[in-house]
């Protein structure tokens, strides 16, 4: 009913069955009939005389045409409220709805339950399409158990006021006889057996429960209570796969690392491989041409005739650009050479001045996203302004190479080695093994190349976007956690700067399922790679562990084995500055030094001294918050914050000691010759998650740096 392709194919069909070919009426020749069949019916509702064969035969047509085929129906017969004009038009879809319509009709030609997740900015009518949806499928169906709710009564009973509206306005031989109705509450048609129930995501019972539903519709869903029991417990437990299953959830985003964010990533991540259940559609602000800006809008704010867009705009202009060329159905319906117009830059430049001069940034680039990442933002006093963010997100890049850990069992536990289904057979292994210790046997393993895409899991892989180079230093930040899955092990190798580049974030990995004692081997290989030759001799890098917890567990398996380039602990508030004479090892990362750390590497990011291609980095600063009672710094409910801890630790490792005057200073070269050219960082778009599934395209590159280390691998 959605797909053309589909719904050709079911008309074909029903006029089979029906004896006569269905045929589509213009708008006047439906018009010309509602008045002609109009005039039969007396006061009471009742035939002032049976209807004629032709008069029949239309009737019929027009209510297999319409069951059929939903976007004759909603075009046609549906009407809704105009969104600014207060007053019933009939419904025409604009540019978002086409494409959610779009969508609708891939999974239909699929064969696949149509379950979405839709991600949108405000005002775009997709609400309201979804709302149409459902009152067809409960209009024209049998056996429909349908349901929308929005976050409050209030809200849901708008909602209900859709189907309503649109029910009154349905001729009088299209609509089946409803037999029962409480306002706001349930409308049932029994001679089909189909309904629809209004609920509410503040109700205190799963929303469904007890039900079968068939048809669902949830509106705001980041603005439901506890939507893990009303929704995941309850809902979607009672509903059941089929190709007739219609199942809508669609919200804009409030915040970071709640429930709609987390099934938002996992729907990202795992739907085109079959093991998610929501399709995760994002519509940006942009596409609602016909809303952003209205012309009322550009009466009241012309554009001056002197005006030239910000470069800020410029960039926000250009980040939309580059995510519609990164999305099919975008391209189709606003095209692959699509710019944003000059009045849609002059509209966000004026509406995003506002809202700074309100402190509300997040909330603009919430409600008006370019992208899905601009979608989530953090809602709290976050560490890091939007527009910083943007810039870091700009500039992350896919991985030159992804690597997983191959060894001895009792080195490299078997469950930490890569499945052979997911190493690159077009790509050698680097063979790492090292003598740290004379007195101690070898380390060796292999870092195995992987297959590596868009939407795959980062955890447990070494992820790469610089090798080591020769008479460069590295440093390894780590923080280790419990191995069950809550927070994570992590370790960020840094490249320290230079006058002649910044410091950069150069490889990363991440598990949540490994734990001190597991850490120590992976830490060994990464180190021993990046501890490249430095003046003709190779230096080790500097590992940096957090050991206030069991992170010390992992610095003494790595002492033993002959590591010996630590951090050597020191307090800072001492009279007298002792460089390495200290009886402690390790990162201690107590309340003050951890104060200390976190503030040091924000200053760093802010001031921009480090390179970061982690996207999955970039994530976590946005998760960073401050707590305004303890005026601390952590990661937002639900996120997390190892990367940062670990980068942090590394970074004012390598540089607490140092005095770096503004001549030597490479962030202060960068900001001068920034405001000498007075314009803002240029950004290049990054890895957005949002490309079709296909490998990294880095494979020769990588293949030509993977060489060189075939015959330079013992240490």
Known sequence: MYSPIVTAQRILEGSRKLGLTLKPHSTEEIAEQ????????????????PLSGEEEEWVVNERSLCKLDFRYWSSSYAYIMHYSENRLVKFNPNIAQNIVLEVWGQIEEQGREIAMQQGKARQLGVSTETELAVTHRVQFYRHVN????????????????MMERCWENQPWWLMPRQTKYVAGNLIEFGELDSGVSIQHGSQMTGIGRGDTPTVVHLSELCEFNNPEQLVDASLLRAMHESPWMFLVLESTALGRKNWWHKVWEYSKQYYQSGMARFYPMFLPWFVGSDIYPTKTWLHSHPIPKEWEPAQLTLHHAERAKNYVKTDPTLKKFIGETW????EQMWWWEVNRQEYAAKKE???????????????????NVSAFDTDTLTTYRENTRHPLAVFGFIGRADQIPYRMQPDKRDMDPNLPPINIRSRWNTSQEPFECQLAPLKFYPTSDPHGKLLLWEFPEENELYGLGVDTGDGIGLDRSVLEVLRKGTLERADAIVAEYCSPYINAFDLWAICMAVGTLYSPRFEGTRRQAKIVVDCLKNGEATQWELRKRGWSNFHVWQRYDNKKIRQGQSNKLGWFANSWARSMMMDYAIKALRDDQVDIFSKHFVD????????????????VFGGHDDRFVAFGMVFISLHINEVRGALHSLAAQRTAL???????????VGYQGTEDISEVSTMEETQRRLLLYEDDSVF
Do not use: C, W
Not at 34 to 49: F, M, P, Q, T
């Open 339 to 342: 710019e944003m117009p000059l």
């Open 34 to 49: 509602i008045k002609r069949l109009n005039e039969i019916v007396a006061d009471d509702g009742s035939l002032k005389r």
């Open 620 to 635: 976590e600063m946005a998760d960073l918050e401050r707590d305004e009672f303890k005026q601390s710094l952590k990661a």
């Open 146 to 161: 349908a349901l929308v709710a929005s976050s409050d009564p209030d809200k849901s009973f708008k909602m209900s006021q």
């Open 361 to 379: 940034l997040a909330q603009f680039y919430s409600e008006t996203p370019a992208d899905d990442l601009e979608m989530f933002q953090s809602t």
């Open 674 to 684: 920034r405001e000498t050219n007075s314009i803002d960082p240029i950004y290049h």
